[in-house]
């Protein structure tokens, strides 16, 4: 066989040779900056192939929770629980304002890292996977574009780009910040798309966003946090105008100077 390099069996899985989702328990979770909690006492459920928005005011902590969900941040108090996977098989999509775009790489080398996970950083990839990368450029609307530098990109090309890379990551558990922030209609439309084709493959997806309509018509659970729970379940149920209201009241109370905890865990 012609499989010269990276030649893993599991180039074509389909979803029913995968592993199920993975679920995630939170359990009185608080997570602190400097001992001032951004995330308090949460606890909670994302269920086995869930599709759940996080929504809340800026500074609410829904990135914190985010960043505490793959492991970069520790609880300061409380335990996070993912049943079925590793934490290095998560997939995280950072706020585009965080990623470092000046890197000298093409679209095509960041989308083939996607493949790292499976064939190393270093094995140069074969013929098998350069197809499976341009499909993935070609899925999310990049074809021509593949020898680009990345830092020649608009804002939603290089969104379009990162998540090529995530088809490939091929990851149980999603976890996007913001990820459709400042692209036009039609980039939204057709990332939303990838996202809705991932969770009828029934992946894991959590993903925080401001646009409450898109939430609405999008996505079926949400979770509306300011700093702690305001409501958590279907989103008909979570998003009404009390929470938002009461979202909204919780956050412009916030004391970035709080001591530690305010209150205690039931
Ligand atoms: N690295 C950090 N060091 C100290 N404090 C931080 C850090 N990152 C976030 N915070 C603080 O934690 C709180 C929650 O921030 P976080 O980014 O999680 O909120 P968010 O809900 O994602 O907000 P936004 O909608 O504005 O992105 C804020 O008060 C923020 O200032």
Same mark, same amino acid.
């Given at each position: 066989?012609?499989?010269?390099?990276?030649?893993?069996?599991?180039?074509?899985?389909?979803?029913?040779?995968?592993?199920?989702?993975?679920?995630?328990?939170?359990?009185?979770? #608080?997570?602190?900056?400097?001992?001032?909690?951004? &995330?308090?006492?949460?606890?909670?459920?994302? %269920?086995?192939?869930?599709?759940?928005?996080?929504?809340?005011?800026?500074?609410?902590?829904?990135?914190?929770?985010?960043?505490?969900?793959?492991?970069?941040?520790?609880?300061? #108090?409380?335990?996070?629980?993912?049943?079925?996977?590793?934490?290095?098989?998560?997939?995280?999509?950072?706020?585009?304002?965080?990623? =470092?775009?000046?890197?000298?790489?093409?679209?095509?080398?960041?989308? %083939?890292?996607?493949?790292?996970?499976?064939?190393? %950083?270093?094995?140069?990839?074969?013929?098998?996977?350069?197809?499976?990368?341009? !499909?993935?450029?070609?899925? &999310?609307?990049?074809?021509?574009?593949?020898?680009?530098?990345?830092?020649?990109?608009?804002?939603?090309?290089?969104?379009?780009?990162?998540?090529?890379?995530?088809?490939?990551?091929?990851?149980? @558990? @999603?976890?996007?910040?913001?990820?459709?922030?400042?692209?036009?209609?039609? #980039?939204? #439309?057709?990332?939303?798309?990838?996202?809705?084709?991932?969770?009828?493959?029934?992946?894991?997806?959590?993903?925080?966003?401001? !646009?409450? =309509?898109?939430?609405?018509?999008?996505?079926?659970?949400?979770?509306? @946090?300011?700093?702690?729970?305001?409501?958590?379940?279907?989103?008909?149920? &979570?998003?009404?105008?009390?929470?938002?209201?009461?979202?909204?009241?919780?956050?412009?109370?916030?004391? !970035?100077?709080?001591?530690?905890? !305010?209150?205690? %865990?039931?």
């Amino acid at each position: 066989m012609a499989h010269d390099h990276c030649s893993h069996t599991h180039t074509h899985r389909s979803s029913r040779d995968q592993a199920p989702a993975p679920g995630i328990r939170l359990d009185n979770l #608080t997570v602190a900056y400097r001992r001032h909690p951004a &995330v308090h006492h949460l606890s909670g459920n994302f %269920a086995p192939g869930s599709l759940t928005a996080i929504v809340g005011p800026n500074g609410a902590g829904k990135s914190t929770l985010l960043k505490a969900i793959m492991g970069a941040l520790r609880p300061a #108090t409380g335990r996070i629980e993912i049943a079925g996977i590793n934490r290095r098989d998560i997939a995280y999509l950072p706020q585009i304002s965080e990623v =470092d775009r000046t890197f000298p790489i093409t679209v095509l080398d960041l989308v %083939a890292m996607g493949l790292w996970r499976r064939c190393g %950083a270093f094995r140069r990839i074969g013929r098998d996977q350069l197809h499976r990368v341009n !499909d993935a450029i070609t899925t &999310v609307g990049l074809s021509g574009l593949a020898e680009r530098p990345i830092s020649t990109l608009s804002g939603g090309q290089f969104q379009r780009a990162l998540f090529a890379r995530m088809l490939l990551q091929d990851a149980r @558990l @999603l976890l996007l910040d913001e990820p459709f922030t400042a692209l036009d209609m039609k #980039t939204t #439309t057709d990332l939303i798309d990838v996202v809705k084709h991932w969770h009828g493959e029934n992946r894991t997806i959590i993903a925080v966003l401001h !646009d409450i =309509d898109l939430v609405r018509e999008h996505f079926p659970q949400a979770l509306l @946090l300011a700093r702690s729970e305001v409501a958590w379940g279907k989103t008909e149920d &979570v998003l009404t105008g009390t929470n938002l209201l009461t979202a909204r009241r919780m956050c412009e109370g916030f004391d !970035d100077n709080a001591p530690f905890c !305010d209150h205690q %865990a039931a």
